[in-house]
């Protein structure tokens, strides 16, 4: 799990996760990539994360695609993230590619309900908790 300051290069951080690769015998790489969309006048969109509790959700993923013979891989935005950049991506290296293909699916559905971040729109230069871009997580007390 990586974590980044802003928006992602997603360029080089597919070509470092390649390049780590570029001696296995997996079959298959399936990444994703999210890209801020330019909607409802935000100019950015802004993240909170709790990193021990990403990691422990990252770690229990880690153990699942290694049960399947596969290695995922993530990387997300801390703070503001302008429209048209990235602030997620995700990858699964797999000997097949069915596995690779659920897999990354699985990931990227489970990371949208329950990774331990908090998105804000940013419009006109300020922060404003975006509830309606934001799933809520059990025991998170006013935001769950």
Do not use: C
Request: hydrophobic letters at 40%; proline letters at 3%; glycine letters at 8%.
């Amino acid at each position: 799990m990586e974590l980044y300051n802003g928006s992602l290069d997603t360029k080089e951080i597919f070509g470092r996760w390649l390049d780590e690769q570029s001696h296995s015998n997996y079959g298959a790489y399936i990444p994703f990539v999210g890209t801020i969309r330019a909607e409802d006048g935000i100019s950015a969109l802004s993240f909170d994360i709790y990193e021990p509790v990403l990691q422990v959700w990252f770690d229990k993923w880690v153990e699942k695609a290694k049960e399947r013979g596969a290695i995922v891989k993530m990387a997300h935005s801390i703070g503001d993230v302008e429209v048209h950049t990235s602030s997620y991506i995700s990858a699964v290296f797999s000997p097949q590619r069915k596995v690779a293909l659920s897999l990354i699916n699985e990931f990227v559905e489970d990371f949208k309900a329950n990774a331990p971040i908090w998105k804000y729109d940013v419009i006109d230069g300020e922060r404003v908790y975006a509830q309606d871009r934001s799933t809520p997580m059990s025991g998170a007390g006013l935001l769950g």
